[in-house]
């Protein structure tokens, strides 16, 4: 074995060792609150590959989309039949083409309904609240009444918050943040959206 080989080979003993401490340090089993915000795209599609993986495993998953949920979705046309995904789409689609606060507000508290019905199921292992960050921004939805929910669900569901500007205490309670960074967009270059791309 040559230097290069050797130190290499140094390098990856060091680095599994570092791993396998922090595997070994990792004891609690809890569901989770992961919160995926930023200007960058990505966050409702790094949800949907959760719910893709839950699924997968046989676990019930709810999603409640606040602002998409009008749009076409593929994600959501390819996993909608399996029976363990309830979706529940808010009717109204994006605020700013409706302009109403009054009819938004309505719609948004309809579809939280049915999400605080998903957060206090047990039988529930996710729950994705998608686009939520918006309807605590516009007003529709006070934090305290998310926190509450989130802090009173069964303690083995995990649930996703995604959206851009997640409010501080959202963040502050979460497990895991992520933030997307957006660097180049192609619809800021006149790009249109693409079907099974963006949608």
Known sequence: MNDRD??????????????????????????????????????????????????????????????????????????????NLEVAIMATGFTWDTQNREADTRACREVWAKAERMLADPDVYLVVLDEITYMLKFGYLDIETVKRALENRPAEQTVIITGRNAHRELTAMADTVTEMQEVRHAFNSGVQARRGIDY
């Open 6 to 83: 050797t130190r290499h080979q140094q390098a990856m003993q060091r680095l599994k060792s570092r791993v396998d401490e922090k595997v070994a340090e990792a004891t609690e089993q809890r569901g989770l609150l992961l919160v995926f915000t930023g200007n960058g795209k990505g966050k409702t599609t790094a949800a949907w590959g959760t719910v893709t993986r839950a699924l997968g495993y046989g676990y019930r998953v709810g999603v409640v989309q606040f602002i998409k949920g009008l749009w076409e979705c593929g994600e959501r046309e390819r996993l909608v039949e399996d029976s």
